[in-house]
């Protein structure tokens, strides 16, 4: 690490310190949440910032069980329920959605660290925002489309359209900027080729997707930017924690915002502390993986401390070509920790085999089937080719690449035209069975 980097780190903790101290002074007092759990770990006082390392981790699970004891809002709230004035629900994709509130001013620090993903992604009061979704309680499509407003950028709401409509409303109105899943702009890609519709040839310069692992995923970003003609950067974030992830621009890396989040990374399974990887090389530690935990420093009103995101990536330390000071991820977010699996003594997760089908090209969609039964599980996939394509060929690429990636020879079966679901938001191309009574 180079002098001034070291020193721009030393201002960048000195910040933390003293916005972690201001937060945990209002949470200690008046948080049942934190201050019951902050207490049972021997903390009578408000904790400073090198005290982290002692507090608690806060899960999922903990979020929910305080909303199931102290229902309906649960007890992580810092501030007189009159002071809240927005309510947003996760997906509940593991488990019971939970609820999240914030005051004003905490909806205004998710909004800044939005802000804060425009500017990494370049983008400027000058563009036309793109929102391909419907407003559902989910409240990244609400942050993002707002923050874009204070931007000072046309924000154009795409909600309730078909994807046909989509397209010929960005063509129409000449949208400069994308906002979507990646698994939604893949769809947009394959329904232009169909339409006849030039995506490449459109005003659109880049697009920004979120929501799932995958804009991060080399073959993904490649097949993206080939079609639509621009430069895709990834973003991540969650309702609970708030939008954490910047996009680097230089590499294929997603940066931690810490002027607004501190971050920790953990072995998964044993939940000890790891040092982030010295400036990794790609092909270098595929496997070497880890869980993010994050805490806010801006959203006093329902904050998370050490909270574990299930976000499982390779954290590498501060020195990133671009120039940014903050650590970072190499390759973005590569799995939810819920969706790891292990064939065969093989590590798996679904962005990797995501990666290898796009890497073979001319499959239109898939599914894959894991079972799982004790420690072992079995995946097996279908594809559907894309028109044109002679499905025996991409067949036998993608069991090629299976072999060649993983080690894993896998079944892959042909399923015929608009035959497996096409997906909106998250993609969920993975169906988990579980044995009902053990097998082997
Ligand atoms: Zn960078």
Wanted: glycine share 10%.
């Amino acid at each position: 690490m180079t002098d001034r980097l070291a020193r721009r780190r030393q201002r960048l903790r000195a910040r933390q310190a003293d916005r972690f101290a201001r937060m945990a002074d209002q949470v200690h007092v008046h948080n049942p949440f934190y201050r019951s759990k902050w207490r049972a770990a021997g903390f009578d006082s408000p904790p400073t910032l090198d005290d982290l390392g002692g507090l608690p981790y806060t899960t999922k699970e903990d979020l929910a069980a305080d909303q199931e004891a102290n229902a309906p809002w649960g007890s992580n709230l810092t501030f007189p329920f009159d002071a809240y004035v927005r309510v947003h629900r996760t997906s509940g994709t593991t488990g019971r959605p939970l609820r999240w509130l914030d005051t004003p001013a905490s909806w205004q620090w998710f909004l800044d660290c939005w802000l804060a993903v425009y500017e990494g992604a370049g983008v400027t009061p000058a563009d036309r925002v793109f929102a391909a979704f419907g407003f559902g309680p989910f409240i990244g499509f609400w942050t993002a489309f707002e923050a874009a407003q204070q931007l000072g950028c046309l924000v154009q709401p795409g909600g309730h359209l078909s994807t046909e409509q989509r397209l010929h409303m960005m063509q129409d109105d000449g949208s400069t900027v994308l906002l979507s899943t990646p698994t939604y702009a893949l769809r947009m890609l394959e329904s232009a080729r169909r339409l006849g519709i030039d995506l490449a040839g459109g005003d659109v310069e880049r697009t920004i997707h979120a929501g799932e692992p995958g804009a991060g995923v080399p073959a993904v970003k490649q097949r993206l930017a080939a079609g639509f003609g621009v430069e895709v950067f990834d973003h991540a974030g969650a309702t609970e924690v708030g939008a954490w992830g910047i996009p680097c621009g230089v590499g294929e890396h997603l940066h931690v915002l810490e002027d607004e989040f501190i971050v920790e990374w953990i072995d998964r399974e044993t939940g000890a502390a790891r040092e982030p990887l010295e400036a990794v090389a790609r092909e270098a530690g595929g496997d070497d993986l880890g869980e993010l935990v994050l805490t806010n420093l801006g959203r006093i009103g329902s904050p998370v401390v050490r909270y574990r995101t299930g976000d499982v990536a390779r954290l590498c330390a501060a020195g990133c070509p671009c120039g940014r000071p903050t650590v970072y991820l190499d390759g973005g977010v590569i799995a939810r920790a819920d969706d790891m699996f292990i064939v065969r003594g093989v590590n798996v997760y679904p962005s990797a085999i995501d990666a290898l089908i796009r890497e073979a090209g001319g499959v239109a969609e898939y599914r894959a089937t894991v079972r799982r039964r004790s420690q072992m599980a079995e995946v097996e996939v279908e594809i559907e080719p894309e028109s044109g394509q002679d499905a025996g060929s991409v067949r036998n690429r993608v069991q090629d690449l299976f072999e060649e990636r993983l080690s894993l020879r896998v079944p892959v079966r042909i399923a015929g035209s608009g035959a497996l679901p096409r997906f909106e938001l998250k993609a969920d191309r993975f169906r988990f069975e579980e044995p009902s009574s053990p097998v082997d």
